[in-house]
Nanobody, 118 residues
């Protein structure tokens, strides 16, 4: 069983920056991927950013060029640096770790609110 604990988030004005962190109780360098998702009110959960075990990085179209995902295998943590934040980035953000893709086995953080004011 893997536990993920998130930190960061909060309230920021449009154009500002925030950093989210996710700490894993498991060894992340073995994980298939580590990811960030978000869910805004009334919307489906969407993938924001991911890093695979091979180091391949992927971003959602709406955050490309503004958000950066990174990982620190030594600390078993990964991060989401968010810049040039927009009101439409307001959502609950979740970290996610995929330990096995097939069949999918994954774990979720507790979620953290990010609110961007205009």
């Amino acid at each position: 069983q893997v536990q993920l604990v998130q930190s960061g988030g909060g309230l920021v004005q449009a154009g500002g920056s925030l950093r989210l962190s996710c700490a894993s109780s498991g060894t992340i360098f073995r994980f298939s991927s580590v990811n960030w998702y978000r869910q805004a009110p009334g919307k489906q959960r969407e993938l924001v950013a991911s890093i695979t075990i091979n180091g391949n990085v992927n971003y959602g179209d709406s955050v490309k060029g503004r958000f950066i995902i990174s990982r620190d295998n030594a600390k078993n943590m990964w991060y989401l640096q968010m810049s040039s934040l927009k009101p439409e980035d307001t959502a609950v953000y979740y970290c996610n770790a995929v330990t096995n893709p097939f069949p999918r086995s994954d774990y979720w953080g507790q979620g953290t609110q990010v609110t961007v004011s205009s």
